[in-house]
């Protein structure tokens, strides 16, 4: 499949047709982080399989919907769950969301994920402000025929997470209630947990987290020019750092037990982004 302007531009067509707001900041929430979305004032909600040509989420704690709102008087869009490739999309599929929430508009675009700490400094409940990631595993989501609206084909991405908002949120963690780091998160496809070989070698290519998401995102909004933040919630040490077996339980208790604290911290980010 190889995909034009108008493709995504459907889905942006059918949103603005329902729901009459410009979003100015795009967020989207990892797995359990969804308490965030209660924040959100005034919200009018769409489901996934409404809107034309997006995806749907599989896995149980997305919820599945795109809400429209405000939070700290910002007009934000927020996908309440995501796509990963795990769920069996193809790497190109997943320029979808991303592209429908520039068409809409957004100026900026805030991506949120669970995260296991390779870094042995990280504890579970800390957060990670991405600084830069390595995606070794799977191709880009930019694969195929460009559309050149959106950006061009070969395209720099050293900065893609964009320093200013880096520092932002750097400066919003004094005085929250969260451990706050920067650093690399490498990306991992799933579904299952690394192995404690891939996360030794991760160590020693020089990253402090792992995840199964975001990447595809990030790099989707680097190519149409998007100001770009990526945040990992520390939910769990990643596989052989501690003596125990990794669980989905223990990933989703993390992100539940520090959600309010987490929600509190994005508030304080969206208001100065
Ligand atoms: N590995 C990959 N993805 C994750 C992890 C992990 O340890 N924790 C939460 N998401």
């Given at each position: 499949m190889s995909y034009t302007r108008e493709y995504f531009q459907a889905a942006a067509d059918f949103l603005r047709a329902k729901v009459d707001f410009a979003p100015e900041t795009g967020v989207v929430l990892g797995s359990c982080l969804g308490p965030f979305a209660q924040a959100i004032e005034h919200p009018v909600e769409v489901d996934y399989a409404d809107i034309p040509h997006f995806l749907l989420s599989t896995v149980a704690s997305h919820a599945g919907k795109l809400i429209f709102g405000t939070v700290a008087g910002r007009r934000v869009v927020c996908m309440s769950g995501r796509f990963h490739s795990y769920e069996g999309y193809r790497f190109e599929e997943l320029v979808i969301p991303i592209r429908v929430l520039k068409l809409l508009g957004v100026r900026s675009v805030v991506l949120t994920n669970a995260a296991g700490a390779v870094n042995r400094d990280y504890r579970p409940g800390d957060v990670m402000v991405i600084r830069d990631h390595m995606k070794l595993n799977g191709p880009s989501p930019l694969r195929g025929p460009n559309v050149e609206d959106f950006g061009p084909w070969f395209f720099d991405v050293s900065r893609m997470y964009?320093?200013?908002?880096?520092?932002?949120?750097?400066?919003?963690?004094?005085?929250?209630?969260?451990?706050?780091?920067?650093?690399?998160?490498m990306f991992f496809p799933g579904p299952q947990f690394e192995t404690p070989a891939e996360i030794r070698a991760a160590r020693l290519l020089g990253a402090d987290a792992v995840g199964m998401s975001t990447v595809t995102e990030a790099l989707t909004a680097a190519h149409c020019g998007l100001p770009l933040l990526a945040l990992s919630v520390i939910t769990n040490m990643a596989a052989g750092v501690l003596d125990q077996p990794l669980s989905d339980t223990e990933v989703d208790e993390t992100a539940r037990t520090i959600a309010g604290a987490f929600s509190d911290y994005m508030k304080k980010i969206i208001a100065v982004i």
């Open positions: 964009t320093p200013r908002l880096r520092r932002l949120a750097l400066e919003c963690a004094e005085g929250a209630a969260l451990r706050v780091h920067e650093g690399t998160y």
